[in-house]
């Protein structure tokens, strides 16, 4: 079976994931409704087959959770101890968003973020340097390697010691790189009509599906369940 | 008829320049007719390009005058926006030109801009992949994707938005063989469909049969013209004489590219002094096993990324490394300069082993993309950073004999290509490696640029190192390699 | 041709700085990974890392929204990789200030360059948000596990208002520090090599 979620799906589930992480859970209900928001996005990693990561974070899930409950509820003291507890609360509390972020991340193409953003009408010029954000980091990525082996082969990496001058043979070459590169990708970009005044269209159709609106409804009421719990008991 | 490009007087001085880029030029090409520019660089090719892209004088500010018409339009009246679906550009560099990060939104991101329905935007896709046989690149990340793959995609990209007149701007400079008579299989299509196609371009060889007409350009004016015909008849002393790259490659040359059993290019390694390479293997998804990884042998072969049991090489030559794209050429020079820490091996010269980190010092590499090994504020500096005892008396030197001496306080990004080149040979020799290697060093260059880049690499090996150079320049081989080594998927063939 | 407007090319070279400072920032973050407390050197690292690639993309567009844009890309970001939107408001409050400061300067000036990179830098408190949320259900769970009540508030005497003013000064302050360590890089190199 292939799963295809509509994008503005996917950042409504980042927006209520995100938005609950920061409220704590303080009764079992409300900790049940958070295992399994947290449970939905690790479900949906496994249809898409990113089984790895999928375990990877169930496991880290479950462990923080099991030593949080196992800590706390023991006599425990001392600075190591707190420390450890702090690790785990961090893990717990956090992690739902880490896994939907990732979720999204690796299962959304960067065409189909930029049909969503032209659906809920963000401005062109925010979309375009968006789509240009993203181009880039794996640009920037290449880059860095070439200057680093050209930092390897002369023997500068650790630049004689200097911090700054670390920082300074890292930075200086890839900013000469990416100004280029950008000059060229304007070029190339502008010739083929980007930047003109008919609004951009797209060429993927976006269209909610059953499980688009199954998936909105659900992280809808676990958001109302926790608002309702919080501010109004 | 009304031409397709009509450019009337046209001067124009780039925006700091000191010199006038255009002196007075004049065309007219007529619609469906293509052209060839060719000419030095810095003959003003890429400038009557921008011309009639509308780059000049829409993005690149500068003083112009004179006007252009480019298929009624004139250029200087109308937004860049409006010209889109009218001239389409490929440039030169295919890894700076793609705006997605997808083969297919690449393809359909003209058609987005100019903001046609999705229908219309997917019919148009399906018909440019089907026209150009590209289904098999749909789905992936123009990241994976060779150089020619890329430029392929660039091309399609400008098909999608269905112009009438296709630039290109040296579209050829990164390609492999291969790649190249595949560009030459996309402009007989656009030639068949009764396009506009005027080409930019050094390499000349592929266009034989396809272009009418000849442009040559020389410091910012039309100096020449021909027929296609007549141009494609014109021999290797004309063209010399032009600064012009060949218009034939070589009959043994071709067979070099196009064979896979490769014929003895002149081995004779008889009483030269040598340099060894031993065991070399290296892979690039290589399985760890608990905590220490398996050296790998000989018997790995299939599974390796480079094997090399045993080469030798003869000291004080320039060696070509030939092969296709993706084939292990790079790998085999990364793994020979040290860069690939997992790769095993050593060198062996006189008598003295280098091993692991030590090949680092032996050996140097100037990479294709000079600008990625320049990191000072000065060209002094710049060799200072690799001696490991500052001695400003040899680092003059050393600049010195490769002319760089004037430029010794200039930033190294303010130079030249070629001079960028010379720096980073510099600092490879102020490190005092032996082994040169070069990435290669001739694409993109022009007839007169390539052929100093020859005599330099000779130059180097008279001093006294050894110099290997990986290409798929074969007018550069002719010019300057002693012999040939050809990768093919990590083996070593001839 | 009107040239107030951001054009596609700047768009595209506001794509691209936004894309660097995000490295920039993930390198610093990487060292978080030592330890969780060199988190909070952030407002010090980034300022003074972050300085040569902003200084040089003052010198680029020179144009009004080009921190704007840039602090709503920075927000979008935050948000899509689940880093939370309570700190959106600061962040292009932050951008949109520095722009219309550097605006004053006709984007030139080197002084409201240094004032307007310095008042940018403050989103970086931004990142913040999360901890200083959530700090105070952490708390609560150690004192039910059974910790101390004052040893849970030695722990978090860190966190408290003025702490968090020292975080926003210290920022600022870095921010002009980086501006000149910037300006002298860009003039070093940029400048040196024709490109500015």
Same mark, same amino acid.
């Given at each position: ?25 303080t ?22 087959k ?45 992690i ?31 979309i ?9 980091f ?23 010691g ?6 300074e ?10 100004v ?6 304007s ?25 688009d ?9 676990a ?11 | ?27 007219s090409?007529k ?34 005058s ?29 890894r ?11 393809i ?5 801009n ?13 018909m ?26 660039a ?20 390609l ?9 299989e ?44 007549k ?8 063209t ?5 790259r ?32 031993k ?17 790998y ?23 070509g ?16 300069c ?10 062996i ?21 000079v ?16 001696m ?21 306080n200039?930033?190294?990004m ?12 510099a ?22 640029h390539?052929?100093?880049?020859g ?9 006294g ?30 | ?6 054009k ?6 506001i ?6 400072w995000?490295? %920039?920032?993930? &390198?610093?973050? =990487? ?5 969780? /407390?060199?988190? $909070?050197?952030?407002? +010090? @690292? ?22 704007t844009?840039?602090? %709503?890309?920075? &927000?979008?970001? =935050?948000f899509?990789?689940?880093?939370? /939107?309570?700190? $959106?408001?600061?962040? +292009? @409050? ?18 409201t360059t ?21 700090a105070?259900?952490y ?58």
């Amino acid at each position: 079976m292939k799963l295809k979620l509509d994008p503005r799906t996917k950042l409504f589930m980042i927006f209520v994931v995100s938005a609950v992480v920061m409220m704590s859970a303080t009764t079992p209900f409300l900790l049940a409704v958070r295992i399994i928001m947290t449970i939905v996005p690790v479900v949906l990693l496994i249809i898409e087959k990113h089984f790895a990561s999928a375990i990877r974070f169930l496991a880290l899930y479950v462990i923080a959770l099991v030593l949080t409950f196992r800590l706390i509820s023991e006599e425990s003291t001392g600075f190591l101890m707190a420390v450890l507890v702090g690790y785990c609360g961090i893990v717990v509390q956090f992690i739902p968003a880490l896994i939907t972020a990732w979720y999204v991340i690796r299962t959304t193409k960067i065409g189909d973020f930029v049909s969503a953003m032209e659906k809920m009408h963000v401005p062109d010029g925010i979309i375009i340097s968006l789509a240009v954000v993203m181009r880039f980091f794996p640009t920037i990525k290449e880059e860095y390697m070439s200057i680093s082996d050209a930092m390897k082969m002369r023997g500068i990496e650790m630049g004689g010691g200097n911090v700054a001058k670390m920082v300074e043979y890292r930075m200086i070459p890839l900013l000469f790189s990416c100004v280029n590169i950008g000059d060229e990708l304007s070029a190339a970009a502008i010739t083929r009509g980007l930047g003109g005044k008919v609004r951009r269209t797209s060429a993927d159709i976006l269209k909610m599906g059953l499980v688009d609106y199954l998936l909105v409804f659900i992280f809808s009421v676990a958001m109302i369940i926790f608002m309702v719990f919080k501010y109004v008991i | 008829m009304m031409n397709a490009v009509e450019i009337k007087n046209v001067v124009y001085k780039y925006k700091g320049g000191t010199e006038d880029s255009l002196k007075g030029v004049s065309l007219s090409v007529k619609k469906g007719e293509t052209m060839l520019l060719c000419g030095a660089s810095g003959s003003g090719k890429t400038s009557v390009i921008r011309l009639i892209n509308g780059l000049i004088p829409h993005y690149y500010n500068g003083e112009v005058s004179g006007e252009v018409n480019v298929a009624g339009f004139n250029v200087a009246k109308t937004e860049l926006f409006e010209l889109a679906g009218v001239v389409g550009t490929v440039f030169q560099n295919p890894r700076s030109q793609f705006f997605s990060v997808d083969t297919y939104g690449e393809i359909v991101f003209g058609p987005e801009n100019i903001g046609l329905a999705p229908d219309e935007i997917t019919r148009r896709a399906e018909m440019v992949i089907n026209q150009m046989d590209i289904e098999t690149l749909m789905g992936r990340s123009l990241f994976e994707l060779s150089g020619g793959e890329k430029q392929m995609i660039a091309c399609a990209s400008v098909a999608a938005l269905l112009p009438d007149i296709i630039l290109l701007d040296e579209p050829s400079s990164n390609l492999d063989w291969d790649a190249i008579k595949k560009l030459r299989e996309i402009i007989k299509i656009w030639k068949e469909q009764g396009k506009t196609i005027i080409i930019s371009e050094h390499r000349l060889w592929y266009l034989k049969d396809l272009v009418e007409r000849v442009i040559y350009m020389d410091s910012g004016k039309i100096a020449h013209e021909w027929s296609g015909d007549k141009f494609m008849e014109l021999t290797e002393d004309d063209t010399n004489d032009l600064k012009l790259r060949p218009t034939i490659v070589k009959e043994e040359l071709v067979r070099i590219f196009e064979n896979n059993t490769g014929d003895n290019y002149g081995i004779h390694l008889d009483t030269l002094e040598t340099i060894t390479l031993k065991g070399f293997y290296f892979s690039y998804h290589h399985k760890t096993f608990a905590i220490w990884k398996k050296p790998y042998s000989a018997d790995d072969g299939k599974d390796l990324n480079l094997c090399i049991p045993m080469l030798t090489l003869p000291k004080g030559k320039v060696i070509g490394v030939i092969g296709k794209n993706g084939t292990g050429k790079s790998t085999f020079l990364r793994c020979i300069c040290g860069l690939e820490k997992d790769c095993t091996g050593s060198i062996i010269c006189d008598d003295m082993e280098y091993k692991k980190k030590n090949r680092i010092g032996f050996s140097y590499m100037v990479m294709q993309d000079v600008n990625h090994q320049l990191f000072a504020d000065s060209v002094e500096a710049e060799i200072m950073i690799s001696m490991k005892e500052k001695n400003e008396k040899r680092c003059h030197e050393i600049l010195d004999s490769l002319g760089l001496l004037a430029c010794k306080n200039t930033h190294p990004m303010a130079l030249s290509g070629g001079q960028k080149q010379r720096v980073a040979i510099a600092s490879a020799i102020a490190a005092g490696a032996r082994l040169l290697l070069f990435d290669e060093p001739t694409s993109g260059l022009d007839y007169g640029h390539m052929k100093r880049v020859g005599e330099l690499l000779r130059e180097l090996v008279k001093a006294g190192s050894t110099v290997l150079v990986s290409t798929h320049d074969p007018e550069f081989i002719a010019e300057c390699c002693d012999y040939l080594i050809r990768i093919d998927n990590g083996f070593l063939i001839s | 041709m009107d040239n107030e407007k951001l054009k596609a090319k700047d768009f595209i070279t506001i794509g691209i700085f936004t894309a660097i400072w995000f490295v %920039v920032e993930f &390198a610093c973050g =990487m060292l978080g990974y030592i330890h969780p /407390y060199i988190v $909070a050197a952030y407002v +010090i @690292l980034l300022p003074l890392a972050g300085a040569v690639p902003m200084m040089l993309f003052y010198t680029k567009v020179e144009k009004f929204g080009m921190l704007t844009i840039m602090s %709503v890309l920075i &927000a979008i970001i =935050m948000f899509v990789t689940g880093m939370g /939107y309570l700190g $959106a408001p600061l962040i +292009i @409050l932050a951008g949109l200030v520095a722009d219309l400061i550097a605006k004053n300067g006709g984007y030139k000036s080197f002084a409201t360059t240094v004032l307007s990179y310095s008042v940018f830098c403050l989103w970086i408190c931004a990142n913040y948000f999360p901890v200083i949320v959530t700090a105070e259900s952490y708390r609560h769970s150690l004192i039910d596990g059974g910790f101390s009540t004052e040893y849970a508030d030695s722990l978090f005497s860190v966190i408290n208002p003025k702490t968090i003013a020292v975080l926003f000064v210290l920022c600022f302050v870095f921010g002009i520090i980086g501006a000149f360590i910037g300006k002298a890089v860009v003039k070093k190199h940029f400048e040196k090599a024709g490109i500015v």
